[in-house]
Every structure is written in structure tokens, then in C-alpha cells.
């Protein structure tokens, strides 16, 4: 079935960010005195919600009220830490501007919480905006389940088969299996065995090299 939207994670994805998380997780975990395999820890987590993160962290269930302090507390250490060196992932708005003269429907789906989405978006300077934004602070599941990525294919009016996920980490390429969607791994976080799959339909550092690859031309 021929590809109607596009589906962006969003860190590591769309922007450069997955490194300064990785660094706001050791001072969040040092304020606390936790010990902390991080590695072990990114695996268990990226894709997944605020709460859920904490949980891991913390080693036991954590209900949304008493999670979302610690991270709000998190995402400020984030936040204070990536503004200075912000970036995109290379090429991701010409790639998004193409997408959009392609008559391409485009959404988000992303574990972040809304302070980081207006972090976010108000770096990037989106014109216009994604239509959809679906978030990890919604009370959906995070990734591997496919919560996120199929109310973004819904809200934006598409079958999960007409839509094409990106993302940068194995739960989000697994979740968009199980959501029945293809996907296209972007290797700024994980090598590409790493995000392999049948459903994948392309790999790439970044979206300057799918639009080389003439992305468009061969999947839409």
C-alpha cells in the first residue's frame, strides 16, 4: 500500500539529543544518589514514558504522581543542558518540507512530555508545524507498545499500513511492528542490526542521505 504518512519519533530522531539525555540521566541519578548502569539503563528506556523511565531507575512501579517530579526534575537538567548546543538531525527539516510538497500527511510520536515538544519545536522553527502530536504524557503506553504511533496514524486519518515510522531506537522500531507500520531507521543512536527488521524499508545517519537516496521517488 503506497505511503500516505509520516511518523517522527522525536529524540534522536528528529533532533541530535539522544547524547545530552544520556547526560542528564547521570546528574539526575547523582543528585540522588543512585547507582547507575547506563547503557543498561538507555536500553530499558529510550522510547519509553517519564513514568515508566523512573520506575526503571527507581527499581519499582511508580504511580504518574509520584513520578512526574522527578521528571519534570529530569527534563529540566535536559533541557538546561541541550539548549546551548541544540541541533537537529541533519537534513530533517528540508526532508519534512519535501515531505509535506509531496502531499504527505506528517505526525509526531514521541515519549517526550510537552515542556520537551515545545523545547522542541520552538528551537526547530517549524513552518508549519506537524498536525499531530502524540505524546508520551498522554497516558498511552511507551514503546515497544504501540500506543503512540497507532493514535498518531489515527489522528491523522491513516491505516497503520498507510503510515511509515522513523526512529532511532530498537522499542521504537519494535513498536512500530507491532503497530503494523513500516519503518525507516535513522542510526543516530543504534547501529543499523540494531534497528533491523523486515518491516524496515530503509537505514540512514540521517535524512540529507534519504534524500539522496531519493526517498520519495522509491517509497511514495
Same mark, same amino acid.
Given at each position: 500500500?503506497?505511503?500516505?504518512?509520516?511518523?517522527?519519533?522525536?529524540?534522536?530522531?528528529?533532533?541530535?539529543?539522544?547524547?545530552?539525555?544520556?547526560?542528564?540521566?547521570?546528574?539526575?541519578?547523582?543528585?540522588?544518589?543512585?547507582?547507575?548502569?547506563?547503557?543498561?539503563?538507555?536500553?530499558?528506556?529510550?522510547?519509553?514514558?517519564?513514568?515508566?523511565?523512573?520506575?526503571?531507575?527507581?527499581?519499582r512501579?511508580?504511580?504518574?504522581?509520584?513520578?512526574?517530579?522527578?521528571?519534570?526534575?529530569?527534563?529540566?537538567?535536559?533541557?538546561?543542558?541541550?539548549?546551548?548546543?541544540?541541533?537537529?538531525?541533519?537534513?530533517?527539516?528540508?526532508?519534512?518540507?519535501?515531505?509535506l510538497?509531496?502531499?504527505?500527511?506528517?505526525?509526531?510520536?514521541?515519549?517526550?512530555?510537552?515542556a520537551?515538544?515545545a523545547?522542541?519545536? *520552538?528551537?526547530?522553527?517549524?513552518?508549519?508545524?506537524? *498536525?499531530?502530536?502524540?505524546?508520551?504524557?498522554?497516558?498511552?503506553?511507551?514503546?515497544?507498545?504501540?500506543?503512540?504511533?497507532l493514535?498518531?496514524?489515527?489522528?491523522?486519518?491513516?491505516?497503520?499500513?498507510?503510515?511509515?515510522?522513523?526512529?532511532?531506537?530498537?522499542?521504537?522500531?519494535?513498536?512500530?511492528?507491532?503497530?503494523?507500520m513500516?519503518?525507516?531507521?535513522?542510526?543516530?543512536?543504534? *547501529?543499523?542490526?540494531?534497528?533491523?527488521?523486515?518491516?524496515?524499508?530503509?537505514?540512514?545517519?540521517?535524512?540529507?542521505?534519504?534524500?539522496?537516496?531519493?526517498?520519495?521517488?522509491?517509497?511514495?
Amino acid at each position: 500500500m503506497p505511503i500516505k504518512a509520516l511518523i517522527f519519533d522525536m529524540d534522536g530522531t528528529m533532533i541530535d539529543s539522544m547524547p545530552t539525555h544520556k547526560a542528564a540521566w547521570i546528574e539526575f541519578a547523582r543528585r540522588y544518589g543512585i547507582q547507575m548502569d547506563l547503557p543498561e539503563m538507555m536500553r530499558r528506556t529510550t522510547g519509553r514514558t517519564g513514568t515508566e523511565c523512573m520506575g526503571e531507575l527507581f527499581g519499582r512501579a511508580m504511580t504518574d504522581e509520584e513520578a512526574l517530579p522527578f521528571v519534570h526534575e529530569k527534563e529540566i537538567i535536559y533541557r538546561e543542558l541541550y539548549a546551548p548546543i541544540f541541533s537537529e538531525v541533519a537534513g530533517f527539516q528540508s526532508f519534512m518540507a519535501m515531505a509535506l510538497q509531496q502531499g504527505l500527511a506528517v505526525g509526531i510520536g514521541t515519549a517526550g512530555d510537552a515542556a520537551n515538544v515545545a523545547f522542541a519545536f *520552538s528551537n526547530l522553527r517549524l513552518h508549519p508545524e506537524p *498536525s499531530v502530536v502524540v505524546r508520551g504524557d498522554m497516558g498511552l503506553a511507551g514503546k515497544p507498545e504501540p500506543a503512540i504511533f497507532l493514535e498518531a496514524a489515527k489522528r491523522l486519518g491513516f491505516a497503520p499500513s498507510e503510515c511509515v515510522v522513523f526512529e532511532d531506537a530498537p522499542f521504537g522500531i519494535e513498536a512500530a511492528r507491532r503497530g503494523g507500520m513500516q519503518a525507516v531507521a535513522i542510526t543516530t543512536t543504534h *547501529s543499523p542490526a540494531e534497528l533491523a527488521g523486515e518491516h524496515v524499508i530503509a537505514v540512514a545517519p540521517n535524512y540529507n542521505d534519504l534524500i539522496a537516496a531519493n526517498f520519495f521517488a522509491l517509497h511514495t
